[in-house]
């Protein structure tokens, strides 16, 4: 009984510590990382940026059942929230050596028109922080991070449709 004592106030501590994380990611900048995307070109992450509009950086990887129905959602009406905002989604994949092959096939079956970064050996993913997929963020057109979101359930892609409404008006 102790023992349970002891670890309820030890979880909600590291609970309120990994919300807080949350909120430290606002407001820094897209960090400097060389990435590649599906074809194999070197992407710099600083240097993107969509004519001033927001973009959404989704990570995920195929293995991750909630980052594809997050994404699957998405798809269903991206072309709607392109339409109204201008946002770019970049779908940045966290699959590593074992499990990169399955992307390509897994995005050609789902005709998502993202952009599908690679972050095989993780870089991107320490430089931001990410510990757990999928993990959105969304950039202003200044490339600021305006908004960050760890996990998915149903109707998490309406917050983030209102964030995105938000930034495509600065």
């Known amino acids: 009984m102790k023992k349970l004592l ?29 990435i590649k995307d599906m074809a194999g070109n070197v992407i710099n992450t600083a240097e993107v940026s969509n004519d001033g509009n927001p973009i959404v950086l989704s990570f995920w990887a195929t293995w991750c059942k909630p980052c594809k129905q ?19 989604l970049v779908a940045v994949s966290v699959d590593d050596q074992k499990t990169t092959k399955m992307v ?49 359930v149903p109707g998490d892609e309406e917050e983030l449709y209102d964030h995105i409404l938000e930034a495509a008006k600065k």
């Open 6 to 34: 002891l670890f309820v106030p030890i979880a909600a501590l590291a609970l309120f510590s990994f919300s807080n994380n949350e909120d430290d990611k606002k407001g820094k900048k897209v960090p400097s990382v060389n």
């Open 70 to 88: 997050e994404l699957n959602t998405i798809a269903e009406e991206y072309d709607d929230w392109q339409e109204e905002t201008g946002v770019k």
């Open 104 to 152: 390509e096939p897994y995005v050609n079956s789902t005709g998502w028109e993202y952009d599908i970064w690679m972050d095989v050996n993780g870089d991107f993913k320490r430089a931001l922080g990410v510990n757990f997929v999928p993990h959105t963020f969304l950039i202003d057109g200044e490339g600021t991070i305006v908004y960050s979101h760890n996990n998915y």
